[in-house]
C-alpha cells in the first residue's frame, strides 16, 4: 500500500522560490512514473509536470522553464523546484505517483499542499 506525505507549500512573492517535496512510503509496489499538478479555483486539475523511471520529463507549457522536476529514486521522493513564480501559479498542488503492484498499474494521490503567490 502507498502512502504519500506532501510538503513545501506556502506563501511566496512574485519572482519567488517554493521548492515542494513528496514522498512514497509503504511496501509491495514499484514506483514508475511520479507528477504534480495543480487545480486553482474554478480551474479543471491540471498538468504541471512529470517525471518517469526512466528521467525523461513533460511540462505544462507554463511552467517551462521556470520549474523543474526530480526524484530520488533511493528514497521514493519527486520534487518540484518553482522559480520565477507568478500570481497564476497559485494552485492547490498535488503529487500523484503511478506504480506497479498486484501484477497491475495504479495511480495514488497526495493530499494536497497551497501555494499561493501574492502580486
Known amino acids: 500500500q502507498v502512502q504519500l506525505v506532501e510538503s513545501g507549500g506556502g506563501l511566496v512573492q512574485a519572482g519567488g522560490s517554493l521548492r515542494l517535496s513528496c514522498a512514497a512510503s509503504?511496501?509491495?509496489?514499484?514506483?514508475?512514473?511520479m507528477g504534480w499538478y495543480r487545480q486553482a479555483p474554478g480551474k479543471q486539475r491540471e498538468l504541471v509536470a512529470l517525471?518517469?523511471?526512466?528521467?525523461?520529463?513533460n511540462y505544462a507549457d507554463s511552467v517551462k522553464g521556470r520549474f523543474t522536476i526530480s526524484r530520488d529514486n533511493a528514497q521514493n521522493t519527486v520534487y518540484l523546484q518553482m522559480n520565477s513564480l507568478k500570481s497564476e501559479d497559485t494552485a492547490v498542488y498535488y503529487c500523484?505517483?503511478?506504480?506497479?503492484?498486484?501484477?497491475?498499474?495504479?495511480?495514488?494521490w497526495g493530499q494536497g499542499t497551497q501555494v499561493t503567490v501574492s502580486s
Open positions: 500523484k505517483v503511478n506504480y506497479w503492484s498486484n501484477w497491475r498499474f495504479s495511480d495514488y
Open positions: 509503504g511496501s509491495g509496489f514499484s514506483i514508475n512514473a
Open positions: 517525471i518517469r523511471s526512466g528521467g525523461s520529463t
